[in-house]
């Protein structure tokens, strides 16, 4: 009989409260995952998929709403002892030294100080802190300091390794020394811990550091499926292998509904929040966007995401705009311009105005609602309490706020409603823009 997975998630759902409390958002949806001895797990998915609620949920830090969670076989219960996790950033105890941030979660279970002392210099040797035990925090810098942050999970030794984007608050380069690092030592044979999960948003990340990227679905957050990396460690960025997969992961996150290998659910109808949902980006940013694409052929989005140094992160909800509001295209990895597209690149600054403003009322509903209710009001006004109510239907608090803020500065940098903040109160900005 194989043995146990060292962690497994069965049908495993996590709902929210909306911010009204009328209903509940499914954050995480049946999700089934299975952590095996010995291999390290990239989950892939873009902000607000659930990634860092599936990581509590494997720490025991909260309790699935449905499904279960099975740790070596048994029912996970209470706080997961196996697990340790590094976080995107730390707190360090500002008052504790090094060497003591690195032992605080081994105090409750009753070593002797001797000891103590001896597994956290074992822990910080690891990530080459050795020399600065006796140092505070405040004489790190922020890449250092998020060693401690790695020591102070190694010193656990834990059976699995839970890592929430621990590279994404360093700079680049700081982030790539540390992510070297800590494959380095996970190609050797003194690393503490059997198994890993990394949480990012970061398509090559994924591929340097994994044996599978496992790739969520978001809203509510789903398990599409997973690609295996069988790459030779350490890896090189600039193989055609390496760049293989890199491109089919790109197509998988711009592509939602793509199917992912032959483990991916069939195409749902979802009655999820996409009808107001609204992609976290400026207008600016698509039309900057837009000024790169070449007229013919479009662009690859590896090679866009280069040049204009986006993170995926950020690329994302500026291609999701631009496709709302039908400017584009994204195709198996390319991005080319739809024929309003191609028309926004070549127009004046006051005719790119105009055009936003079409497809804003053409393809976002709630802008044509609220355009409208302007209309039909004797005082030419809409309060904001309204757009936030109907959005609170549908979203978590942060999620209706983040939704309505993007509703503000869209209408407004396309000169179609402006926001007065003291009143709440939307208005045309002028007669003719409504036509
Ligand atoms: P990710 O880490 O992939 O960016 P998260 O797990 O942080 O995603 O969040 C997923 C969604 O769940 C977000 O929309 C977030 O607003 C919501 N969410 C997370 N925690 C809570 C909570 N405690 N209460 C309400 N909503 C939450
Ligand atoms: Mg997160």
Redesign the pocket.
């Known amino acids: 009989m194989a043995p146990d997975p060292l962690l497994s998630l069965r049908q495993v759902s996590k709902l929210?409260?909306s911010a009204d409390g009328s209903s509940r958002?499914a954050?995480?949806d049946e999700v089934n995952l299975a952590i095996e001895d010995g291999e390290v797990v990239a989950l892939l998915?873009?902000?607000?998929?659930?990634?860092?609620?599936?990581?509590?949920l494997m720490a025991g830090l909260?309790a699935p709403s449905e499904g279960q969670i099975q740790r070596d076989g048994h029912p996970l219960d209470g706080v997961n002892q196996d697990v340790a996790i590094v976080f995107q950033s730390f707190a360090l105890l500002p008052w504790l030294t090094v060497l003591e941030n690195t032992a605080v979660g081994l105090e409750a279970r009753g070593l002797s100080r001797r000891e103590l002392r001896q597994r956290a210099l074992k822990a910080l040797a690891m990530v080459g802190l050795e020399g600065s035990a006796e140092a505070y925090p405040r004489e790190l810098s922020g890449g250092m300091r998020q060693r401690v942050g790695f020591a102070r999970a190694f010193v656990m030794e834990p059976a699995l390794l839970l890592m929430?984007?621990p590279f994404s608050a360093l700079d680049i380069l700081t982030a790539e020394n540390l992510r070297r690092d800590i494959d380095e030592l996970w190609e050797g044979s003194n690393f503490p811990a059997r198994s890993i999960v990394i949480?990012t948003?970061s398509i090559e990340e994924a591929v340097l550091l994994s044996d599978r990227v496992v790739l969520?679905s978001?809203n509510p957050?789903r398990v599409r499926g997973e690609v295996r990396i069988p790459l030779p460690r350490p890896r090189d960025d600039s193989t055609p292998a390496f760049r293989v997969l890199v491109d089919e992961l790109y197509r998988y996150m711009t592509d939602p509904d793509l199917p992912v290998g032959a483990t991916a659910p069939p195409p749902e109808v979802s009655n999820g929040p996409q009808g107001l949902a609204l992609p976290p980006a400026s207008l600016g940013g698509v039309c900057d966007l837009i000024a790169t694409v070449p007229e013919t052929g479009g662009i690859s989005l590896a090679e866009l995401a280069d040049e204009l140094v986006l993170e995926l992160d950020d690329l994302l909800p500026i291609l999701d705009a631009g496709e709302l509001l039908e400017l584009m295209e994204v195709d198996g990895g390319r991005l080319v311009l739809t024929a309003e597209g191609q028309r926004l690149k070549d127009a004046s600054e006051e005719g790119q105005q105009l055009l936003l403003r079409r497809q804003l009322i053409d393809h976002v509903p709630l802008v044509a609602q609220i355009q409208e209710a302007i209309l039909a009001s004797a005082r030419g006004e809409v309060e904001g309490d309204e757009v936030l109510d109907l959005l609170n239907e549908q979203?978590?608090?942060?999620?209706a706020d983040a939704v309505f803020e993007t509703f503000v500065s869209w209408t407004r940098s396309c000169g179609l409603f402006r926001y007065n903040r003291e009143q709440d109160r939307f208005r045309l900005v002028a007669e003719e823009a409504a036509g």
Request: hydrophobic residues 35%; glycine residues 16%; without cysteine.
């Open positions: 929210f409260r958002v954050v995480l998915g873009r902000s607000g998929s659930g990634k860092s609620t599936l990581l509590r909260i929430d984007e949480v948003h969520l978001a957050g979203f978590t608090g942060p999620e």
